[in-house]
Nanobody, 119 residues
Framework: QVQLVESGGGLVQAGGSLRLSCVASGSIFSINTMGWYRQALGTQRELVAAITQYSITKYADSVKGRFTISRDNARNTVYLQMNSLKPEDTGAYYC?????????????WGQGTQVTVSS
């Protein structure tokens, strides 16, 4: 089993930046893709960004050019650097990992961290 713990969320003004972190523990040798989803109140959960074991990445169109996903396999950690934040980026951000090469990871999920962007 894999356990995921997110951190780094908070309250920020529009135009500001945050960096989310997700640390994996347990059977981390089985992890391939890692990624981030988000869900705002009244909206569906959506994939924000994903990265495979060998650094193939995918981004939602709404965050391209503003967010960067990266990973540190030695620390079993995936990051999401979020710049130029907008109020519509507000929501609960969830880390997810997958044992396969998919760019839509869904095998294991973290508990979420809240990001609130004020206008």
């Amino acid at each position: 089993q894999v356990q995921l713990v997110e951190s780094g969320g908070g309250l920020v003004q529009a135009g500001g930046s945050l960096r989310l972190s997700c640390v994996a523990s347990g059977s981390i040798f089985s992890i391939n893709t890692m990624g981030w989803y988000r869900q705002a109140l009244g909206t569906q959960r959506e994939l924000v960004a994903a990265i495979t074991q060998y650094s193939i990445t995918k981004y939602a169109d709404s965050v391209k050019g503003r967010f960067t996903i990266s990973r540190d396999n030695a620390r079993n950690t995936v990051y999401l650097q979020m710049n130029s934040l907008k109020p519509e980026d507000t929501g609960a951000y969830y880390c997810a990992v997958d044992r396969s090469v998919t760019l839509a990871p869904n095998d294991y999920w973290g508990q979420g961290t809240q990001v609130t962007v004020s206008s």
